[in-house]
């Protein structure tokens, strides 16, 4: 299985899944552009290397993200996660590494982009929502989806909240399933843009309850 490399800024809690899912030894470096993140001890307890990109310390964002492609080339890696990451990448980044780059985020794509999607998905009193696999490209929330997985909301019971602790489990779930078939070179993106899956027996044990929309 390939290596990657992980981009935090906060707490890791997607970091941790990973780990939980045994791809720590296939992470080979955490960049944090934050030195106080939670997700650096994660890091350290599972014996992954850590690299601190403050972006504090650049005068530019060009130059911070060229800090970053530093490290990133200095290390094996076959795809660049985004967990948590609360940086927008420039394009010249993004063309570096093309269909490298994957994010989650935290709704049904195409529905509810950018910030605050679960504020978003409560506010519109949908019945359903979740977390979307995809590829980053320079419109934000747009890049060739690989998986979501969807989840009711009640909303009798349901507040912003739990609702984010609910979807919060789901991508726990579904980014390490997403990573898993990448790096075993099960995701392929096609002529059309669009993105097919190969499926193995076990998918739909790994992903559980969850109702997902996989392109197989």
Known sequence: MHKFITLISGRGSNLAAMCK??????????ISNNPNA????????????VCIVNHRDFISRE???????????????????LAGFMRILSPWFIEKYP???INI?????????????QQQAFDAKVKTTGATVHFVTEKLDHGPIIASGAMAINHDN????????KILKLEHILYPFVIKKILNDQVKVLANGAVEV??????????GKFKSNIHY
Not at 21 to 30: D, E, M, N, Q, T
Request: proline content about 7%; glycine content about 4%; hydrophobic content about 45%.
């Open 198 to 207: 190969i499926k193995d027996i076990a998918d739909d044990k790994i992903l």
């Open 38 to 49: 939670k997700g650096i001890e994660i890091a350290k307890k599972n014996n992954i290397p």
């Open 105 to 117: 985020h935290p709704s049904i794509l195409p529905a509810f982009t950018g910030a605050n999607a």
């Open 99 to 101: 269909q490298k780059i």
């Open 21 to 30: 899912a045994g791809l720590a030894p296939y992470i080979s470096c955490v």
């Open 158 to 165: 349901d507040d912003v909240d739990t609702l984010c602790n």
């Open 63 to 81: 130059n911070f993200e060229q800090a970053i492609s530093l490290v990133i080339d200095n290390f094996p890696s076959q795809l660049i996660v």
